[in-house]
Structure formats: structure tokens, C-alpha cells
């Protein structure tokens, strides 16, 4: 009798621990760990996205287009938790191009242009993209390409909430400030700061995915390799409530009172 009761408990405890198991492994990965997020964060990411979530890490001047700017709220409330995932584990490229095993994913990347505008259009329409972030004049017959060509997508005003917008993951980015109250006035040009004319130019004439695979210019890597997913769904746990949250309210104010 004393032998037999220490064992029943040991194994209900080990049923309740089989039953509880899975349970508590699929809650703390959704949730993720924030110490081990941090440090996750402060060995790997910081190098690129910056100590600060600024984009502004020690090699952020490596890549191009820059790393993206955690602290832009707005930006980041367009990114939902799965999608980073994929971007983190996978390298945004799998995500463009739809190859998340096991998973189905309507993600789509920005369109090629080359078939429909000529290069001195699309230089002109560079300079159009960037009066939306800097508030200078827009020629009409830009406005007219716009209109005809990325306004599906990217809104009447380039704040990337046209018709298709809602539908794609990650939303066409948002083009404009000087429409939003501050802080999007700061943090606008903060995202268009993040792209060269190259890059644009390379962007627009073919699309994302061939600027990235034919022109090489750079996205986000893979990191299934080094990463596990617990220590994944952690970071990016880090990086919302650390960067995304803190600014979360004044970027939905702001996205109100446009
Ligand atoms: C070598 C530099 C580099 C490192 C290191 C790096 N990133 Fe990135 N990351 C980038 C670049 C560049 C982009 C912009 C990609 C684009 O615009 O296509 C980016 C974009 C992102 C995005 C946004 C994707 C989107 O569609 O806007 C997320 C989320 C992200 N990184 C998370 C992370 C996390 C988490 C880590 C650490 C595990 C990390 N990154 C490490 C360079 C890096
Ligand atoms: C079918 C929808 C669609 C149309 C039409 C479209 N875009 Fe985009 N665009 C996107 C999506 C989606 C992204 C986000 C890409 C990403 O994060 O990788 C994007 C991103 C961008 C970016 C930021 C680049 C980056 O790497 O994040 C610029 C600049 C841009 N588009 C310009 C334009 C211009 C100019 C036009 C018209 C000639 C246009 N787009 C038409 C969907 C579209």
C-alpha cells in the first residue's frame, strides 16, 4: 500500500503532464518568451533593425533596400504575427513566391511594370512616389499613371488602402505623410528613407521578387536554420511589445483622422 500510492500519483501526474503537454507547448510558442526574445533579438536582429527598432543597426547600411523600422507602428499593425513568422523562418522570398510548406498563404508580392511603362515613366513616377512622402508637387500626367496603375492597391493617396489592400499580406505600404498628423509626418518619410531610386526603379520595372532574385537586392533572410520556432514566435513577441506597442497608439490615432 505505501509503495503502490506514490506510484498512482506518479502516474497521474505523468498522464496530466502527457494530456497538458501539448496545450501549454502551443501557448508559449504563440506567446513566445521575452527574455528569450530579447536575447534572441540582441544577437541576431539588432545587427540590421537596430538596437532601437530603428532600422538602424550596425549593418543596416549593407542592405538595400535598409532594414525594416519596427518603431513605425502603422507599418507593423499591417503585419500580422503568422505572416512574420513565415518571413523570419522561411526569408520573405518563400513568402512571396508562396512556398510556406504545408501552409497556404495568398501573399502577394508587388507587380512588374516593365510590359506597361517606359523607364522615363517610371523614373517620373519615382519622383511622383516621393512627392507623396516629402509633400512637393505631383505632374498630372503622373497622377494619371498612378491612377491607372498602382491606385488598386496603393490608394487614391498612396496610403496603401486601395480596393485590394485589405485582401494581401503584408499590405502595399503606405506612400504618404504629410495626410497623416504626426507621427506618421515623421514616420513616412522614415519608410521611403528605406529605398533608393535604384531600388524602386529595379521594384517598379520588375516586380518584387525579380528585384530581389535578378537584381539582388535584398530582403529578409531565412532564419529556420539557426532559429527554433519557439524561439521565433519569442522574438517577434519582443519585437511588438517592445517597439510596435509603445508608438501603437499614436500610429492608430493617427490612422483615424485621416
Ligand atoms: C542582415 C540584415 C538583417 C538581419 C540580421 C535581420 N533582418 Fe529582418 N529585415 C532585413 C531587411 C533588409 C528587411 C526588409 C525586407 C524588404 O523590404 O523586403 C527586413 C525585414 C524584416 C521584417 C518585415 C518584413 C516585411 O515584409 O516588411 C521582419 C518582421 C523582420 N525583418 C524580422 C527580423 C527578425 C525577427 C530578425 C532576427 C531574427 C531579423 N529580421 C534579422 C534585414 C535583416
Ligand atoms: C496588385 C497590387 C499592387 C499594385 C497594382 C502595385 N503595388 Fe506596389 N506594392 C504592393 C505590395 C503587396 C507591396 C508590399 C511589398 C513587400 O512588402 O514586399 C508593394 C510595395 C510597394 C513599394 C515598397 C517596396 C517594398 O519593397 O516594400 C513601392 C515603392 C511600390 N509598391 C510602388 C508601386 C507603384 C509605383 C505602383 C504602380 C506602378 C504599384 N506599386 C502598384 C502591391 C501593389
Not at 506518479?10 to 513566445?32: D, E, H, N, W, Y
Not at 519569442?234 to 517592445?242: P, Q
Amino acid at each position: 500500500m505505501p509503495v503502490k500510492q506514490p506510484l498512482l500519483l506518479l502516474a497521474a501526474t505523468f498522464v496530466c503532464v502527457l494530456f497538458a503537454k501539448p496545450t501549454i507547448a502551443q501557448m508559449s510558442a504563440k506567446r513566445g518568451d521575452l527574455t528569450t526574445g530579447k536575447n534572441v533579438y540582441n544577437e541576431i536582429c539588432f545587427a540590421c533593425h537596430g538596437v532601437k527598432g530603428d532600422g538602424k543597426g550596425p549593418s543596416w547600411f549593407n542592405t538595400k533596400p535598409s532594414p525594416q523600422v519596427f518603431i513605425n507602428s502603422v507599418y507593423m499593425s499591417r503585419l500580422t504575427d503568422e505572416y512574420m513568422f513565415n518571413v523570419v523562418k522561411y526569408g520573405k522570398l518563400a513568402v512571396l513566391n508562396r512556398q510556406i510548406p504545408n501552409k497556404k498563404i495568398d501573399s502577394l508580392a508587388m507587380p512588374a511594370f516593365g510590359a506597361v511603362l517606359e523607364d522615363n515613366q517610371i523614373r517620373e513616377l519615382i519622383k511622383f512616389e516621393r512627392a507623396f512622402s516629402k509633400g512637393g508637387p505631383q505632374s498630372a500626367e503622373m497622377r494619371e499613371i498612378f491612377e491607372a496603375a498602382c491606385m488598386v492597391c496603393h490608394g487614391k493617396r498612396g496610403q496603401g488602402d486601395g480596393e485590394r489592400a485589405s485582401a494581401i499580406q503584408p499590405a502595399p505600404k503606405y506612400f504618404v505623410s504629410d495626410a497623416q498628423p504626426s507621427p506618421m509626418n515623421l514616420t513616412d518619410p522614415q519608410l521611403m528613407a528605406r529605398f533608393n531610386d535604384d531600388f524602386l526603379f529595379s521594384l517598379i520595372k520588375k516586380g518584387k521578387i525579380a528585384a530581389v532574385m535578378e537584381d539582388k537586392f535584398d530582403t529578409m533572410q531565412p532564419f529556420g536554420q539557426v532559429l527554433s520556432d519557439k524561439e521565433i514566435w519569442s522574438v517577434i513577441r519582443y519585437v511588438r511589445e517592445t517597439f510596435v506597442n509603445s508608438n501603437k497608439e499614436k500610429g492608430y490615432a493617427a490612422e483615424k483622422r485621416k
